[in-house]
C-alpha cells in the first residue's frame, strides 16, 4: 500500500487537504481477483510442464499473496482506479488477510487440478477459458464476502485545511483518480541494486511469470549500484518528490524505535562469531530478499550534499517510530535496500535508453521477484 500513501501526499497538495486515505480494501479486492486469473492463464499456459516441476509447484505456492511490485500496482491502477477510504472502508480481512488467503488459495488449487487434468484430456482453450471465467465467478463471490462489493459510482466531499468545502458528484474509481490525483504512471522507471553474480549493471531486468493484471505491463527494472539509486531518490526528494522503494525491512530494524540501522544490533558481540555474508552472498544464499515497500520522503545530507540518512512513510500505523515515520541509515541502504521509482526526468539519458531495451528474463523465483509475495 506505499503506492497508495504516494497518491496520498499528491492529493493532498491539489486541494489543500490536511489527510486524505485511499481504500486498501478495494485495491486489494481488485489485486485478488487479477492475481487470480493471472494464476489461471499460468496454469493453463504450463498444462503440458510436469506437476512435480520447479515451475508448477511455484506457482501454486503462493498465488494471491498481499505484496506485489511497482509494475503490478501501476497495472492496477490504470484499470481499477483508486477510492476514498470512506466510499469502501476496510474490513476485518482486508487487515488480517491471512484467513482469506488461505481459503481462496486453497480454492485456486483446486480449480488449478481441474484446469490441468481437462487439458491433459484434449480439451481445447476455448473449453479452458469457459471454465476459467466460471471459476473466476466464484473467486469474485469469496471477495465479496470477504472484502464487500466495490461501488461503481460514488460521490467525494472534502474540506480542505481553509475550511473551504469540495464536492464532486458522479465519479468512478478511475476517474476520481485520473481527474483528481492526476499522476502520469508512465513517467517513472523502477531502479534496482542486485549484484548478484548473474546479474550485470546498466543492465535491464523482468522476472518471468510475475505479474497481476494479464494485459498489463511486464516487470522492468535497470540494476544499478547503489550510489546511484541514492544520488537519484535525493534529487526527487529535493524536488518534493516522495521516493516508492523496495527493501528487506527486517533486517537491523528495531520496530518500536522506526530505526534501520546496520549498528543497532551488535550481534557479533552476543554471539562471539561474526557475519561476513556481502549484499551479493545474502541473496544469493537465500538469507535476504525484497519484503516490504515503503516511501521515502525526506533525506538529510552532509556538507558534501551526499545522503546520511533518510526519512521513511511505513504502512504499519501510527503506533511505532515517530508516529508511523521510520529513520534509515545510509549504510542500512547500502546492504538493506533493492528497489527505488523515480521520475525518469531524475534519470540519465543513457541510463533510460537501456532502461526502454528488451529486458533479460529471470526465473520466477529470483530473489527480485520477492516483494510480490
Known amino acids: 500500500f506505499a503506492g497508495l500513501n504516494l497518491f496520498r501526499v499528491y492529493l493532498g497538495r491539489k486541494y489543500n487537504l490536511k489527510q486524505i486515505e485511499f481504500s486498501q480494501n478495494y485495491f486489494m479486492f481488485c489485486d485478488k481477483l487479477e492475481k487470480s486469473n493471472y494464476f489461471f492463464e499460468n496454469i493453463i499456459k504450463t498444462i503440458d510442464e510436469p506437476l512435480d516441476g520447479r515451475l508448477v509447484m511455484h506457482l501454486l505456492t503462493d498465488p494471491i499473496q498481499d505484496g506485489g511490485q511497482w509494475h503490478m500496482f501501476v497495472n492496477l491502477v490504470k484499470k481499477y482506479g483508486i477510492l476514498p477510504q470512506t466510499e469502501m472502508p476496510e474490513s476485518f480481512q482486508s487487515s488480517q488477510s491471512m484467513r482469506m488467503n488461505r481459503m481462496i488459495t486453497r480454492k485456486l488449487r483446486g480449480f488449478a487440478k481441474d484446469l490441468r487434468e481437462a487439458g491433459l484430456k484434449g480439451a481445447g482453450i476455448k473449453d479452458l477459458q469457459q471454465m476459467k471465467n466460471e471459476m473466476l465467478a466464484t473467486v469474485y463471490q469469496m471477495l465479496t464476502i470477504s472484502l464487500g462489493t466495490p461501488p461503481e459510482k460514488f460521490d467525494w466531499q472534502v474540506r480542505d485545511k481553509d475550511k473551504n468545502f469540495h464536492r464532486f458528484e458522479n465519479l468512478t474509481p478511475k476517474k476520481f483518480f485520473n481527474e483528481h490525483v492526476g499522476f502520469d504512471l508512465n513517467e517513472f522507471v523502477c531502479l534496482i541494486n542486485c549484484p548478484m553474480s548473474d546479474k550485470k549493471y546498466n543492465e535491464v531486468y523482468t522476472v518471468d511469470f510475475l505479474g497481476n493484471v494479464v494485459e498489463g505491463k511486464i516487470i522492468r527494472y535497470l540494476n544499478l549500484p547503489s550510489k546511484r539509486l541514492q544520488e537519484t531518490a535525493v534529487v526527487s526528494i529535493q524536488n518534493d518528490d516522495p521516493v516508492w522503494f523496495g527493501c528487506d525491512v527486517g533486517k537491523h530494524f528495531h520496530r518500536n524505535l522506526g530505526v534501520m540501522d546496520m549498528d543497532i ?27 516490504h515497500a515503503m516511501l521515502f520522503t525526506g533525506v538529510d545530507l552532509n556538507s558534501k550534499g551526499n545522503s546520511k540518512k533518510w526519512r521513511v512513510e511505513n504502512s504499519w500505523g501510527d503506533k511505532r517510530g515517530d508516529k508511523g515515520f521510520d529513520i534509515m541509515s545510509n549504510s542500512w541502504f547500502d546492504e538493506y535496500n533493492y528497489e527505488v521509482v523515480v521520475h525518469k526526468k531524475y534519470i540519465s539519458e543513457e541510463e533510460l535508453a537501456v532502461y526502454e531495451q528488451d529486458p ?13 509475495k
Do not use: C, I
Open 265 to 291: 544490533f551488535d550481534f557479533e558481540l552476543f554471539y562471539n562469531t561474526d557475519f561476513p555474508m556481502t549484499k551479493a552472498d545474502r541473496l544469493e544464499y537465500g538469507d535476504s530478499q525484497m519484503t
Open 360 to 372: 533479460v528474463h529471470l526465473p520466477p523465483w529470483d530473489p527480485m521477484g520477492a516483494l510480490a
